[in-house]
C-alpha cells in the first residue's frame, strides 16, 4: 500500500461496489464541495469531474480519482454521501466492509484447501489427480473478487438534487425579475402521447422512451415547487380539453407561474394526438393568452415542446477553422410611436387617468423547442410523421428533455430561464448520434425557444423570502 494511497481494504470495497455506484451516485457540485473542502480533491480535479457531460462519467471519474487520494478518502467519501442524501449508497459500502472479513476469511480457508491438496498429491505422487468437489468451489469462490467484471447500464437517467437559492441571490434580482416566491411556484401539466392509434394513425411508431421523458420533467418540476398534473396517450380533442381544464383553474389566481409541457410526434407548428389529428400550438399559446388565461396574466408561463418541426435531416457539416466571415444584419423594422386614430383620440380626451391600463393580447412566455423552425433533424428513433426531428433515446429519453433537466438542476438557483435555455442550445449543438451503419449515424440536432417575457425569470429554488 502506498502511503499517498488508499488502505487496501477501502480500495476493494470500491472496486467491489463501483457498477452499483455508477448507476446510482450522484456528483453534483454539493458533493464535490464536501470533498473539495475536506482536501481529498484538488480545483483542477473538482473542475474537470463537473466539466464530464454525463452523470456516469462524473461517476466514473471521482472513483477513479479517489483510491489516489489518501486513507481518509474513503471516509471522506462516505461523509459526502450522508450530507449529499445518499445514506443508502454509504450503507452499502459499509455492508461490503462487514462482509470482507467473511470473504477474506474464506479465502483464506480456500488457500489452506488448495494447500492440503497440493501436498496430499505430493505425498501420492499424483499430480494429475482432480481438486475435489469442495476444494473446487472453495477456490472458485476465491478467485470470483479479483476476476469481477464490472456492469453499466449508462443510458440510465440520474436525477441530481435541485440547488437551492442563496439569500444574496434572490436580494440582488428580485427587484428585476418577475415575482416568484408563491409555494408552490405554479402548476404544471405534461401531456406525453407515447402510443398511437395503429388504426387511426398507423404511419405513427410508439415513441419508446417518451415515458422516461414524462417522469423525468414529473419529478424535476415537483423538485422546483410545482404542482404536476400529467396524462399519458390523448387523442387531439383529449388535449385541447386537458389544457382547457388546466388553463381554467381558479388556483392559478395565488400562484407565481405555470408550465405546460407536450411530448409527441409532431410537424411544424402543431403535435400528433393518439388519434393521428393535429393540435396546433398557436392555439395551445392563445388558451394562456391576457384574454383567456386573466388569472395568469403579468405571471410567466413557460412552455416545453419535444416534437418534430419539419421534414429534412441535418446531417451535420464540418466545421471549418477560424473566424465566422459572413454577418446577418438586422432587419428590423420600428413602429414605436405609431398610433391609430383612437390613440389619438384618448389622449386628448381629458380622462386618460380613469383608463385601466391595457396589456397586449399576448405576453409573458417563454417556449422551448426541441428542433428548429421549417427544418428536419434525424435521430435514432423516430419522431416525426415520416422521420424525426429530435434526438431520442430509448432508455434516458430525449436529448432535448435530458439537457432541460439537467441544466435547470444545476443552474435554476442562480440563473434566469432565458439563459439556461441558451445553455440548453449549446449543450444539444455538441451532441452527435452514433448509429454506424444507418443514415442517422454522426446525425445532428439543434434546439431553440422563443421568448415574451418582459423581465428575467428567476425560479428561486427552495428560497422563500422572510416575512
Known sequence: MLECGMLERDRRTLRKRSA???????????????????????????????????????SWRLLFLLPKRGPRAFSSFCSALRETEQRHLCELLSQSQDTQLEEESEGRTARQIMQTSERRREMYNDSSRP???????????????????????????????????????????????????????????????????????PDLDIRNGGEVDEKVLR??????????????????????????????????????????????????????????????????????????CPLLQNKPKMFFVQACRGVEMD?????????????????????????????????????????????????????????????RISALVCDAFKGTAAMRNTKRGSWFIQELDSAFRRHARDTHVADILVQINGRIKEREGYAPGTPYHRCKEMSEFTSSLCKDLFLFPKYQPHS
Open 131 to 201: 481438486l475435489s468437489t469442495e476444494e473446487e468451489i472453495a477456490a472458485k469462490r476465491a478467485r470470483t473478487h479479483e476476476s469481477m467484471e464490472y456492469s453499466l447500464d449508462a443510458d440510465s437517467p440520474i436525477a441530481s438534487p435541485i440547488l437551492p437559492c442563496t439569500h444574496d441571490l434572490y436580494l440582488s434580482q428580485c427587484l428585476k425579475s418577475y415575482t416568484m416566491t408563491s409555494s408552490p411556484r405554479g402548476f404544471a401539466l405534461v401531456i406525453s402521447n407515447v402510443k398511437f392509434d395503429p388504426h387511426a394513425a
Open 20 to 58: 452499483a455506484l455508477v448507476k446510482q451516485l450522484v456528483v453534483d457540485e454539493l458533493l464535490v464541495q464536501f470533498l473539495l473542502e475536506d482536501n481529498i480533491l484538488t480545483d483542477s480535479m473538482a473542475e474537470g469531474i463537473l466539466a464530464e457531460q454525463t452523470s456516469h462519467k462524473r
Open 315 to 375: 446531417c451535420g457539416v464540418e466545421q471549418v477553422d477560424g473566424p465566422g466571415r459572413i454577418s446577418s444584419p438586422s432587419c428590423e423594422q420600428r413602429d414605436a410611436g405609431r398610433e391609430g386614430p383612437g390613440d389619438a383620440g384618448a389622449r386628448q380626451g381629458g380622462r386618460q387617468e380613469l383608463a385601466r391600463i391595457k396589456l397586449p393580447q399576448r405576453s409573458d412566455m417563454i417556449c422551448g423547442f426541441a428542433s428548429l423552425k421549417g427544418q
Open 219 to 292: 419529478k424535476l418540476f415537483t423538485d422546483l415547487d410545482y404542482v404536476v398534473t400529467d396524462h399519458r396517450n390523448l387523442t387531439a380533442e383529449q388535449m385541447r380539453s386537458c389544457i382547457d381544464t388546466f388553463r381554467r383553474r381558479p388556483e392559478h389566481r395565488n400562484v407565481d407561474s405555470s408550465v405546460v409541457c407536450l411530448l409527441s410526434h409532431g410537424v411544424d407548428g402543431a403535435v400528433y394526438g393518439t388519434d393521428g389529428q393535429l393540435l396546433q400550438l398557436e392555439s395551445v399559446f392563445e388558451a394562456f393568452d391576457n384574454v383567456r
